[in-house]
Nanobody, 121 residues
Framework: QVQLVESGGGLAQPGGSLRLSCSAS????????VAWYRQPPGNQRELVAT???????NYADSVKGRFTISRDNAKNTVNLQMNSLKPEDTAVYYC???????????????WGQGTQVTVSS
């Protein structure tokens, strides 16, 4: 069973930076489109950023110019660089990816378990 594993969350001060990473728990064939979502306390999960296989990116207006999503296809890893963090960025961050576990096989969407990001002084 493929699992997505997020890492890099933690505590940051306002104006600070964190870098989140998302990778598969086992060797897989390919990761296609990947999205980062977040769920602030007491609120619904919201889309933060996406990146396609070709590297095309999209961002929520609230993070444009501050967050950068990138990928390393050789390592099947996607990163979210978060700069100029604000208290309102506090949330559990999840990655969601379309994955082909095996060559020529089906593709499936997987979720990570989430990583807590807290921005506070």
């Amino acid at each position: 069973q493929v699992q997505l594993v997020e890492s890099g969350g933690g505590l940051a001060q306002p104006g600070g930076s964190l870098r989140l990473s998302c990778s598969a728990s086992e060797s897989i064939f390919r990761i296609y489109t990947v999205a980062w979502y977040r769920q602030p306390p007491g609120n619904q999960r919201e889309l933060v950023a996406t990146i396609t296989s070709e590297g095309n990116t999209n961002y929520a207006d609230s993070v444009k110019g501050r967050f950068t999503i990138s990928r390393d296809n050789a390592k099947n890893t996607v990163n979210l660089q978060m700069n100029s963090l604000k208290p309102e960025d506090t949330a559990v961050y999840y990655c969601n990816a379309l994955v082909a576990p095996r060559p020529g096989g089906n593709r499936y969407y997987y979720w990570g378990q989430g990583t807590q990001v807290t921005v506070s002084s």
